[in-house]
């Protein structure tokens, strides 16, 4: 259900949104920084959740977060740590590889967020909206109905519409499948940011960030790679006996399992993504 929801009214001037921080330091800086170069201050800076997961330096890209001051919505990592749960409440399927390999990397993090990190993670919006020209967007992690529903580009149209309908907004923005994509159905948008901690199973070892901007009476969302320098990431990721396949991930581009991927999102593994604008 949509609730505890932050409005944010109207907003003028491009917005730059990702996903996914993940824990990973330097693809968080990297994205400060691409959203200074593009002059978007940080009231135009949306993060779609997961600050923590993966990667080696929760504490650190946490207070990177705070310090920066963008808005952002609650993502199932930080519920869980935020209620001292015992999992990160990804969705995964019980025994699966993901589940499983989940297990290290959230015992590390869990290990090491603080309880003033916890309390200001209970505080984060579940939901975000704001209009942009005459059109209005809404900003959750997973989905409407769930924090941890996974919509992946070949979702069925009638899944994304289901959960359309319990908005009464122009698109939704999610996060949490880890893939850019955007698509019309019917008469609303269905768009995910894409994440910047980990790559997008593309084969390349880039993250992804999106740029909603106004251009006449339309809103055009344009998909972009975020080149950063993965090879610190993935050191860290060794150092701190992080080795259950994500830092190599890092490197390759591929994830380490596909547990939670449909068939036709498996067959497109390693293939580089290129996302064309949508008009909205």
């Known amino acids: ?29 990297a994205i400060r920084k691409e959203s200074e170069h593009r002059g978007i201050p940080p009231d135009r800076v949306i993060c779609t959740g997961d600050l923590t997961a993966y990667c080696a330096s929760p504490v650190e890209t946490v207070e990177l977060i705070r310090e920066w001051g963008i808005h952002l919505v609650m993502g199932n990592c930080e519920e869980s740590l935020a209620n001292n749960s015992s999992d990160c409440g990804c969705g995964f399927e019980q025994d699966s590889v993901c589940a499983l390999r989940s297990t290290e990397w959230f015992e590390y993090t869990n290990s090491r967020i603080t309880q003033v990190q916890r309390n200001w993670m209970k505080e984060i919006p579940r939901s975000l909206r704001f209009t942009l020209g005459a059109h209005s967007f809404l900003v959750v992690h997973g989905a409407p109905s769930s924090i941890n529903r996974f919509v992946f580009p070949c979702t069925s149209p009638e899944v994304k519409q289901s959960e359309l309908r319990l908005t009464d907004t122009n698109a939704v923005i999610g996060g949490h499948c880890g893939i850019p994509f955007g698509e019309q159905i019917g008469q609303q948008f269905w768009i995910n940011t894409g994440v910047v901690g980990l790559p997008a199973n593309d084969g390349t070892p880039d993250g992804w960030y999106l740029l909603l901007e106004l251009i006449g009476q339309r809103i055009c969302a344009t998909w972009h790679r975020l080149v950063y320098d993965y090879h610190k990431a993935r050191l860290a990721m060794q150092n701190a006996g992080l080795n259950s396949g994500y830092s190599d991930a890092l490197s390759s581009g591929l994830w380490p399992s596909l547990d939670t991927l449909p068939q036709y999102e498996k067959n497109r593994q390693g293939i580089p993504i290129e996302p064309t604008a949508l008009w909205i």
Do not use: K, R
């Open 1 to 29: 259900m949509i609730d505890n929801l932050l409005n944010l009214g109207p907003v003028n001037g491009p917005l730059l949104l990702f996903g996914g921080p993940y824990g990973n330091l330097e693809a968080t800086q």
